[in-house]
């Protein structure tokens, strides 16, 4: 079987700019922040950024390598509007395809199983289809002749997601209460890349959970990479809570270009482990 | 604000309802005869209502602690991460009181933005799971501060969708939609008849009808006679002061 390890700097060299990236996790929890923070380090652009949005969105609203976000809402959670989207989308910065969150699953669940699109009923009625005209309605073709929304499958190029352990080979296993969404980004995407808390041998996975735990299989991802620390400052239960005082200093650096400036060069500038250091 | 406050201190002594503790049973009340559905209160004072109503008059009602797990008061009882949310969403058993930016007199709800939604003057919260909510389950609204900022003509981004909409919509696409009540710190109000106006139900004890009109920013149904809304029993007030909310968060979304 492959040894699928890789470095944070070898998954960043796989991307490009203008590709589709879906970002597993949910709000401030369980986001793959080192590689997040990695492709604030990289020239990547244009990007479109699939997500139940948090500060990896923020991050990369605020760094301008967003071109556009699908999502349904992007908030840190305890701090409910995230700041440094809040400001892209007030000063039009950053383009915006604004889904219901069913409707996003639906479009994730369409493109796993390499459907056109999912009829859903989410989203009729409301100013979704009105934001987004490229959206179709399908009728019923049973007696019923129900109408809905005809939600379009939504492909990744590539899906980024964080778990607590994974083997080499790319098995991944959650260890906190909720699974998200990642193993529908990983199944939506061409090439999918799993950062984890812990890197151990195959046979140490049950020890640590229950086989449902197990959550992305390795035919499903491309590369591994340990990332200690690495959903920092989102939440990794039940490795670590999120840290909300530094959550806080996240937010507050976007209240002036010029704060966010300070932010960058004290915190991101640097590569991973100068970042891991200076939060420690 | 007319009416006299007591804070949670007064529990032991039986002082008479907070407005902050008349929000919580009119909130509460807003499930009766839901059975064994999941209640997902969004805000202090629709938690509390939810946990009053499980504890009294609603005894079958599910409670989940916001991230993934369904509570009997401590204890576990299921599982219900957001992929299952969105299922529950879609099965219909649910009732979802949520809150709203902006509301108007169809119960259209507004949390994405203010201003123009291709550049806003103020980004919210994004529609979230709105739409799917409102055409799927029951939909009630809690509004810690009725004004004609937050009732108004018209809301920017339809995100829960009202009456006049579920209308358009027509059957069967429309079956699922019913927006049972908004509480308000000044009112409860409901959207009865065949229009499906909102109309003021109760004034919330100490607040006048004009004063309930004045907040609102359209022109609100006010029946003749406009009741009060019941204030909470002494055995609701000590659950609300002693079990419930102990640290008087309460006050904080209310006063």
């Not at chain 1, 790319?170 to 984890?196: E, M, V």
């Not at chain 2, 501060?145 to 696409?173: F, K, N, Q």
Request: hydrophobic share 40%; net charge negative.
């Amino acid at each position: 079987m492959a040894d699928k390890v890789m470095s944070i700097a070898e998954v960043v060299g796989e991307l490009r700019s203008g590709m589709t990236i879906g970002i597993g996790g949910w709000g401030s929890r369980r986001k793959p922040m080192a590689l997040v923070r990695a492709i604030l380090r990289s020239e990547l652009r244009d990007l479109t950024v699939v997500s139940y949005g948090g500060p990896d969105v923020g991050l990369l609203a605020a760094s301008g390598q967003a071109r556009r976000v699908v999502c349904g809402f992007v908030s840190l959670d305890s701090i409910p509007l995230e700041p440094h989207y809040r400001r892209a989308r007030e000063q039009g910065t950053i383009e915006l395809t604004e889904l219901d969150e069913g409707m996003l699953h639906w479009g994730l669940l369409a493109a796993a199983h390499r459907l056109p699109f999912l009829p859903i009923r989410a989203g009729l009625g409301s100013d979704v289809p009105r934001v987004n005209p490229q959206l179709r309605t399908v009728r019923s073709p049973y007696e019923d002749g129900e109408e809905f929304i005809a939600m379009p499958a939504l492909k990744l190029d590539v899906a980024l997601i964080h778990l607590n352990r994974a083997d080499a080979q790319g098995n991944g296993q959650y260890l906190g209460p909720d699974p998200y969404f990642d193993d529908l980004f990983c199944l939506a995407a061409t090439r999918s890349f799993l950062s984890c808390e812990q890197l151990v041998p195959t046979a140490d996975l049950l020890a640590g959970g229950p086989p449902q735990s197990l959550l992305v299989h390795r035919m499903m991802v491309d590369g591994v990479v340990p990332t200690p620390h690495g959903a920092h400052f989102t939440s990794c239960v039940p490795d670590y809570d999120r840290d909300e005082a530094f959550q806080r200093v996240y937010a507050q650096s976007a209240a002036t270009p010029q704060d966010w400036e300070q932010f960058r060069a004290t915190y991101l500038d640097g590569d991973e482990s100068q970042y891991q250091k200076a939060v420690s | 604000m007319t009416a006299t406050r007591h804070g949670s201190a007064d529990a032991s002594i039986g002082g008479a309802a907070s407005r902050a503790e008349v929000c919580v049973l009119a909130c509460a009340e807003a499930w009766r005869g839901d059975g064994e559905i999941l209640a997902s209160p969004m805000g202090i004072i629709p938690r509390l209502g939810a946990q009053l109503a499980r504890l009294t008059f609603a005894p079958d009602l599910v409670l989940s602690d916001g991230e993934a797990y369904l509570l009997d008061g401590e204890t576990v009882e299921g599982w219900l991460p957001y992929r299952q949310v969105f299922r529950l969403v879609a099965s219909g058993r649910r009732h979802v009181m949520m809150g709203a930016s902006q509301l108007d007199r169809y119960g259209n709800q507004n949390i994405a933005c203010v201003g123009d939604w291709a550049r806003p003057t103020r980004q919210l919260l994004g529609v979230r799971g709105a739409p799917g909510n409102t055409v799927n389950h029951t939909t009630s609204y809690w509004v810690p501060r009725h004004s004609a900022r937050v009732l108004v003509e018209r809301v920017d981004m339809v995100s829960g969708v009202g009456y006049d909409r579920a209308a358009a919509l027509g059957a069967p696409g429309n079956r699922f939609h019913e927006i049972r009540r908004v509480v308000t710190n000044l009112a409860v109000l409901d959207f009865p008849g065949p229009e499906h106006a909102m109309r003021l139900c109760s004034v919330h004890p100490g607040v006048s009808v004009a004063e309930v009109v004045a907040a609102t920013g359209f022109p609100l149904s006010v029946p003749d006679d406009v009741p009060e809304t019941r204030s909470p029993t002494a055995a609701e007030l000590a659950l609300i002061r002693d079990r419930l909310d102990p640290g008087g968060a309460r006050d904080r979304e209310v006063s």
